[in-house]
């Protein structure tokens, strides 16, 4: 089966500056990753995804994230985080079939001015 | 074109008691799951659907039961809640075609006492 591991459970930033959190995935011979947001109080939205191709996915928002085979890694980025951005990631692979995912703990990014 | 929503938005319960959960999606999607997220566990998936009149049992579905009687609409049943049933529970909803994004509802939030 599948798993899930977000390394960093929080993340403190200050505005304007870099981030990175961490996504790591179990292998397996076909792999389909996506990031969510999670804004304070509501659903999940789909930041991006990668499904084949090109290694380096863009996202909304600014937001970039590489995959990385030989390290079984998909981690998400932004160049430069505004307060905005304050809220919890999570990253998924579908596992199993029927598109059902399995989702990581879960990063709660808080940017701070 | 409201895409996935839930009712009710909260809920308290006591110990014994049964609510349903809906969920209805507009979008002509077949594929529609039931997840539960709890804090620093993600979200894990209870029960999913691949059309009308089909149901079946996602990571964690004991003490829950679904039921998927038109297209649109994807129910979640306590049928006797228990404190460990406290959770805020999201339905999602996609094309059921390749890997496609799973749309989120806003969620509704159940403390069982």
């Known amino acids: ?55 380096l996915v863009k996202g909304i928002n600014g937001f ?26 999570f990253c998924a692979v579908v596992s199993g079939g029927y598109n059902k995912l399995i989702f990581g703990a879960g990063t709660r990014l808080a940017v701070h001015p | 074109n409201a895409g996935v929503t839930q009712t009710p938005k909260f809920r308290v319960l006591k110990t014994g008691q049964s609510m349903t959960l809906l969920c209805a999606q507009d979008m002509n999607h077949e594929h529609m799951y039931w997840y539960r997220q709890d804090p620093g566990m993600g979200l894990r998936l209870i ?22 009687l038109k297209k649109q609409n994807f129910l979640l049943g306590l049928e006797s809640a228990a404190p460990s049933q406290t959770s805020v529970y999201f339905c999602a909803s996609t094309s059921g075609v390749g890997q496609e994004t799973q749309y989120f509802g806003p969620g509704t939030r159940l403390l069982v006492l």
């Open chain 1, 1 to 55: 089966a599948q798993s899930v591991t977000q390394l960093d459970s929080q993340v403190p930033v200050f505005e304007e500056a870099p981030v990175e959190l961490r996504c790591n995935y179990s292998s397996s011979v076909s792999v389909y990753l996506f990031w969510y947001v999670q804004y304070p109080n509501q659903g999940l939205q789909l930041l991006l995804k990668y499904l084949s191709g090109s290694t």
């Open chain 1, 64 to 89: 970039e994230a590489e995959f990385n085979k030989s390290q079984t890694s998909f981690h998400l980025r932004k160049p430069s985080v505004h307060i905005s951005d304050t809220a919890e990631y």
């Open chain 2, 47 to 68: 029960h999913y659907s691949v059309g009308e009149g089909t149901t079946a049992k996602g990571e964690v579905p004991d003490g829950y039961n679904v039921s998927r």
